[in-house]
């Protein structure tokens, strides 16, 4: 089996020869274990952390190390009783193409919905939306949402959640082309290009300021946004991505994007997640959602690379903009 892992420590922005694809032997699989061939691997901006030495939420991997993606795959061997061979599943973490997981830390993908949205609108970054905007966004009808990456899936999902608590939400992504999607197709009320005006754009889409900043970004775009906070504003804090590449991403050397004053004057609520906190979340998102996707009332994109060996390149243009979408990699045919 091919796999690919952390071949060395990167320094600052990484390009794709800080990983390297492996041969391995096929895993033997224990009494309770499901062996997996991989359909679909998972791309996702917090594998960057991971690559450095020492703990951001936790700890980073050790060079050598496979790359722990999540995959949808198919079973080929079960030694538990709930899989059959040929099931697809989620919840076998690892960009390889064969793999070996307990069984009970798999999730059968219903046949009625397509199976790579078990790595995106119906998966981790889903329910991430779900969860940072519940239960701390909690956005009320005619508020101001802002959010930034919104095309990506955790930004689109977040969007269409506020949207159908009634809010007026505005997106923030790196392209025209991302914008037209993120409103003509995801149904924000608008969508501002970062790359251009961004003050001048937020002045004119959010001219009262802004009740809920669903953070997804940092950086420049973070600082804008959170100027314009309006009283008892809520913040949640998703992720960063304009600082993964940093040189020292320790997440403690950064000057913060919100002071204590502004918060005091705001009397807002700024507060980080992180979704595998809440695992109870994953299903209930999943009942909740499916319907939506079913019908076609919550949309999604998706953009699929073929071959794992081309994981390293997608994950290196995701952090800045290049993707379009939930990134995939196609490991094997459906
Ligand atoms: P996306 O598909 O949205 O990809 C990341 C996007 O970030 C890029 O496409 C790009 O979009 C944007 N971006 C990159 N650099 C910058 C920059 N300097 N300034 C502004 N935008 C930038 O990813 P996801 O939807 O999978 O994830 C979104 C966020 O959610 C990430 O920060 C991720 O780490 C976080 N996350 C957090 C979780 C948690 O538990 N807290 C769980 C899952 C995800 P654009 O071209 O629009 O700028």
């Known amino acids: 089996l091919e796999a690919v892992v952390l071949a060395k420590r990167p320094d600052g922005s990484i390009t794709p020869d800080v990983f390297a694809t492996v041969e391995r032997l096929w895993p033997a699989i224990k009494e309770g274990d499901v062996l997996t061939r ?142 037209a999607w993120v409103t003509e197709i995801a149904g924000f009320d608008g969508c501002i290009n970062h790359h251009e005006n961004l003050d001048e754009q937020l002045d004119a889409l959010c001219p009262d300021g802004v009740d ?30 304009a600082d993964y590449n940093d040189r020292d991403y320790s997440g403690l050397a950064h000057a913060p994007t919100i002071s204590a004053a502004m918060l005091l004057f705001r009397r807002a609520r700024i507060e980080g997640f992180i979704v595998g906190d809440r695992p109870e979340r994953f299903a209930e998102w999943r009942a909740l959602a499916t319907p939506w996707v079913q019908e076609g009332s919550l949309v999604y994109k998706e953009q699929i690379v073929k071959g794992l060996d081309q994981a390293p390149l997608a994950l290196v243009g995701q952090l800045s903009g290049q993707n379009f979408g939930k990134l995939l990699v196609q490991v094997a045919d459906v």
């Open 212 to 241: 809920v900043y669903y953070e997804n970004v940092g950086g420049t775009v973070g600082q804008a946004v959170i100027r314009r906070l309006r009283n008892h504003a809520r913040v949640p804090i998703c992720g960063l991505v």
């Open 38 to 179: 991989t359909l679909f691997a998972s791309v996702d901006p917090y594998m960057r952390g991971i690559l450095n030495e020492g703990r951001t939420y936790r700890e980073g991997l050790a060079v050598g190390d496979m790359i722990p993606g999540e995959t949808v795959g198919q079973v080929i061997q079960s030694k538990h009783p709930a899989f059959r061979e040929g099931a697809v599943v989620s919840g076998a973490f690892g960009w390889a193409t064969v793999l070996a997981t307990p069984g009970d830390r798999l999730v059968r993908v219903p046949d009625d919905v397509p199976p790579s949205t078990y790595l995106g609108v119906l998966g981790m970054p889903g329910t991430t939306a779900y969860s940072g905007m519940t239960d701390i966004g909690q956005p009320k009808a005619g508020e101001t949402v802002v959010i930034s990456a919104a095309s990506g899936p955790v930004g689109a999902t977040a969007g269409q959640i506020a949207r159908r608590a009634g809010a007026r939400v505005i997106g923030i992504a790196g392209s025209v082309e991302k914008c």
